[in-house]
């Protein structure tokens, strides 16, 4: 369980000037992980290699300049070679972070993240006696080239949306929407980690397979109904060995934080591809990540019970080994989603980008993050870290809570309309999709993840 402490006090402010802006996603109390490369800032910084930086405000604190002053004692020794219960010093954990090396770190567990979590805390709040050295290891975030947080081994694309599933089967099958397995067993499938790209990186349209239902014979071109789903995803920070499994009391343990996912789908590719086996190249092209892993910590104030949503046919209760006392109690994180569409004439016209959804992580999932990791691992299968489980596309139970075009234009059957006039039912080329996320609450700084974004580019 993650407790609250010093560093989510809402008081505290930050010397960083912008990171105490009411709106901002990354108040001193959020301190993500996210990988970019920069301009050099001298002949000790090597020009193009990643390294790890925190957010804070509109800046990041580079770790790569952070370890120089350290190891060329500029700065003071910052309480950083005090020896952790692991053997480990605050110094060895900087050295994986200026490489570049999240998952080094994210393997050291929830210790060594809280360790340094306090660390930062300390040193970026207002009359921190590191300001003055610190204060050169910023970077304007706007001149740093996001890369992906981490090297990601493996991808599982879970469906914890209750409602996106009743949505979606209800198009697919109107007699049974809902499959009979659905409420027993973390619906999931094995996706493709080669195509996973941080936000910002323009998604091209994808060839596939397809068969309209009036069609004798398939044929070969572009994807015609290109979606998007809006999901969150679930960094893992530490394995399991091959062969054990993960008690669900255990399994927010191996979890590092949280990234928002878009999860592009071809629909009429998996329309036609789909059975028996699952999505295939309908999923495979493309998936977005936001770039800063917001950690289990952050996330701790946005603990809340975890409750079911109401549905159809109820509730028929949860097998033992995917049901314990703290899941229950605080296994859930209440966040707001919400999604963006700017097509290439709005943005040509200077027109603000228009809300298509917004909705909570509580009123959509029917498993928590927790049972996730425990089901993964029920037969043995390693979790390793910088895996990455997305939960699948969260709609909330009302129409304006979607997370989909295909739910949101009724299969293609009701064409949204745009402030400019424009219709649409899929994506079309040249159209900029945002998903964000973030949690607020009475009592509790707000934090939030970012953004998550991505371009249609016309297809090859
Ligand atoms: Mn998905």
New binding site residues.
């Given amino acids: 369980m993650n407790l609250l402490d010093t560093t989510h006090d809402p008081a505290l402010r930050s010397w960083v000037a912008s990171a105490n802006a009411d709106d901002t996603d990354f108040p001193i109390q959020n301190l993500p992980f996210g990988c970019f490369t920069a301009p050099s800032v001298g002949p000790h910084d090597t020009p193009g290699s990643a390294r790890i930086g925190i957010a804070i405000g509109h800046q990041v604190l580079d770790l790569r300049l952070v370890q120089y002053a350290l190891l060329t004692g500029q700065a003071p020794a910052w309480g950083l070679t005090a020896e952790t219960a692991e053997g480990n010093t605050l110094r060895d954990w900087i050295a994986s972070l200026a490489a570049g090396d999240l998952n080094a770190f994210m393997s050291l567990g929830p210790a060594a993240r809280r360790g340094l979590r306090a660390w930062l805390s300390a040193a970026l709040a207002e009359g921190s006696p590191l300001q003055a050295a610190l204060q050169p290891c910023l970077r304007a975030q706007a001149d740093c080239t996001m890369q992906l947080p981490c090297q990601i081994g493996d991808y599982t694309?879970f469906y914890t949306g209750i409602h996106h599933a009743t949505s979606v089967g209800k198009l697919f099958r109107p007699d049974n929407p809902l499959l009979p397995n659905y409420k027993w067993v973390p619906i999931g499938y094995h996706g493709r980690a080669s195509s996973i790209v941080v936000s910002g990186t323009p998604v091209r349209r994808p060839l596939g397979q397809l068969k309209p239902p009036t069609a004798e014979t398939p044929t070969v071109g572009p994807c015609q109904r290109l979606d998007y789903?809006l999901?969150l995803g679930a960094v893992i920070g530490t394995r399991n060995a091959l062969g054990t499994r993960v008690p669900l009391e255990e399994a927010e343990d191996h979890l590092f934080g949280l990234v928002l996912l878009n999860?592009w789908s071809a629909r009429d590719v998996q329309a036609w591809e789909y059975q028996p086996l699952g999505p295939f190249l309908a999923k495979n092209f493309a998936s977005t990540i936001s770039p800063w892993v917001v950690t289990m910590e952050a996330l701790a104030p946005f603990r809340t019970a975890f409750t079911r949503p109401a549905i159809d046919g109820g509730d028929p209760g949860t097998l033992p080994y995917l049901d314990g006392e703290a899941n229950r109690a605080s296994g859930a994180f209440d966040l707001t989603l919400e999604v963006e569409l700017q097509t290439a004439a709005m943005r040509a016209a200077g027109l603000a980008p228009q809300r298509l959804s917004r909705g909570r992580w509580t009123e959509a999932a029917w498993w928590t993050l927790a049972q996730l990791v425990t089901h993964h691992t029920l037969g043995g299968c390693n979790l390793q870290e910088g895996d990455l489980l997305?939960t699948?596309?969260l709609s909330g139970p009302g129409p304006d809570q979607a997370g989909s075009l295909l739910e949101l234009s009724g299969g293609g059957k009701a064409p949204l309309t745009l402030p400019n006039g424009e219709t649409r039912t899929f994506l079309q080329d040249g159209d900029t999709l945002k998903l964000k996320a973030w949690g607020e609450k009475p009592g509790v700084r707000r934090i939030g993840l970012g953004a998550c974004s991505g371009t249609v580019l016309p297809a090859a």
Wanted: proline content about 0%; glycine content about 28%.
């Fill in positions: 694309d789903e999901e999860d997305g699948g596309t």
